[in-house]
């Protein structure tokens, strides 16, 4: 199964605040400051997406994609900027859809939004909502969402928000339409939804990829079932690179180990034999040389058939030299071969 053509890399961040061995959590303003570069890199050395999350706890510096992306796009030029996810199940659609549409823009043409119901639950409580409602407000939002996508006046009633009789949002992007995805971690039902829809997928790959393979057959069998044509799959993966595949696993090992003990407890320590076998040929981890990140993307196209693959990247307190030596390798090594792979060139 071959990628469509202009498979897309790019690199994508929650901004972590990684505690270091004294305990202390990076300054949230030093890694939003990382972030800028990493964004300004990635765009002048040639990547085509940079993402950043929405998280609302004491251990990110990102609680608002848009501002985020608003200030890569004046520090950019080319690169897309989408969020990774807006948490859109306690968000309202339309403030999302007007910051998403300046944002737009802003930065010529550039912004998409990836919709998800969210890893952490911390924004229902915050922002005043019952997780009783947890997927009706999601499915509500995501159809008001693309409801006002679509133009304006903008008719719409449901039960989590104030109906609306032939408003109009503003501004309008300067994209005929703003992309909208949708990000899911593995449930059928999203993948369904989403086929359905015919909207655009990202897959979370943080198992083996192997078992995401019936996800994305689903994904496209729900989009023929709705009478669409499938939209496209992104994947995304927890990333770093150096030239030679023992020196990338001796750099990422100590700070990885710490990022699943700070982020993913119930997963519990990460030993060097474990990483080993995460980061081998058919693992879930992207850590390595040039060449087995290639070879990882292109087995993986193979077999989910996607056409975006996005790099979780500066995970577990990595350095910024390394982190930008990786993100430049990504755009330099990986992405050109992997385009010649798959053009047959």
């Not at 790019?10 to 972030?35: K, S, V």
């Not at 949002?169 to 899911?184: D, G, H, K, T």
């Amino acid at each position: 199964m071959s990628a469509a053509p202009g498979f897309e890399i790019g690199i994508f961040t929650f901004g972590e605040l990684t505690r270091g061995q004294d305990g202390t959590p990076i300054p949230a303003g030093r890694r939003l400051r990382d972030i800028l570069e990493w964004a300004r890199t990635a765009d002048e050395a040639g990547l085509d997406v940079f993402g950043v999350g929405e998280h609302h706890r004491e251990d990110f510096a990102v609680s608002s994609p848009q501002m985020v992306l608003a200030a890569v796009a004046a520090e950019t030029s080319r690169i897309r900027l989408t969020s990774t996810v807006t948490v859109l199940s306690s968000a309202d659609p339309v403030r999302v859809f007007e910051e998403f549409a300046t944002l737009d823009l802003l930065s010529g043409g550039r912004a998409e939004i990836t919709a998800g119901r969210g890893a952490y639950l911390e924004s229902f409580p915050l922002f005043g909502q019952s997780l009783d409602h947890y997927d009706r407000y999601f499915d509500e939002r995501l159809e008001l969402l693309l409801r006002i996508c679509g133009g304006n006046p903008v008719t719409w009633s449901g039960a989590t928000r104030a109906p609306l009789q032939n408003a109009g949002v503003w501004p309008r992007p300067v994209q005929e339409e703003l992309p909208v995805w949708i990000a899911v971690g593995g449930t059928p039902a999203s993948v369904v939804r989403a086929g359905s829809l015919g909207l655009p997928l990202y897959l979370a790959i943080l198992g083996e990829p192997q078992r995401f393979a019936p996800l994305a057959e689903l994904y496209r069998r729900s989009a023929a079932d709705a009478g669409r044509a499938p939209a496209r799959i992104g994947v995304t993966s927890h990333f770093y690179v150096e030239p030679t595949s023992q020196g990338a696993k001796d750099t990422f090992y100590p700070h990885y180990a710490q990022y699943i003990a700070q982020n993913m407890p119930r997963t519990g320590r990460l030993d060097r034999e474990a990483f080993e076998h995460w980061s081998g040929g058919r693992g879930a981890l992207f850590a390595g040389s040039p060449a087995e990140i290639v070879d990882k993307i292109l087995w993986e196209n193979e077999i989910l058939g996607h056409s975006r693959f996005l790099a979780q990247v500066g995970l577990g307190g990595l350095g910024q030299a390394e982190t930008l030596r990786s993100i430049e390798l990504l755009a330099t090594e990986v992405l050109p071969q992997v385009r010649a792979a798959l053009s047959g060139s």
